[in-house]
Nanobody, 124 residues
Framework: QVRLVESGGGSVQSGESLRLSCAVS????????LAWFRQAPGKEREEVAT??????TNYADSVQGRFTISQNSAKNVWLQMNSLKPEDTAMYYC???????????????????WGQGTQVTVSS
């Protein structure tokens, strides 16, 4: 059984930093993607960052240059968030799934396992 448990959320001031952690267990894919999503009240869920088996990362335009996703060999995943803004306020979720392949290459999507979320609140 796959289990993802997030931690590290909290309340900070604009410009400060937070580091989110996601402990992943029971996830046995050898070609995989790990990701962070977020959802603010009244808004759709947004993909924030992804990282795959090879360490290839992708970021939403809104966090590019401020957030960094990383992983270890045990498939635990982190999200370093710097220069936080009030618009970063949301519930943050980590997710895991198999990596997709098509003739254009590998991509991430169709995440099958999710954590319960950790709240991030940024005040101005």
């Amino acid at each position: 059984q796959v289990r993802l448990v997030e931690s590290g959320g909290g309340s900070v001031q604009s410009g400060e930093s937070l580091r989110l952690s996601c402990a992943v267990s029971g996830f046995t894919f050898t070609s995989y993607c790990l990701a962070w999503f977020r959802q603010a009240p009244g808004k759709e869920r947004e993909e924030v960052a992804t990282i795959d088996t090879d360490g290839t990362t992708n970021y939403a335009d809104s966090v590019q240059g401020r957030f960094t996703i990383s992983q270890n060999s045990a498939k635990n995943v982190w999200l370093q968030m710097n220069s936080l803004k009030p618009e970063d306020t949301a519930m943050y979720y980590c997710a895991a799934g198999g990596r997709r392949w098509d003739p254009s290459g590998y991509s991430c999507g169709g995440f099958s396992s999710w954590g319960q979320g950790t709240q991030v609140t940024v005040s101005s």
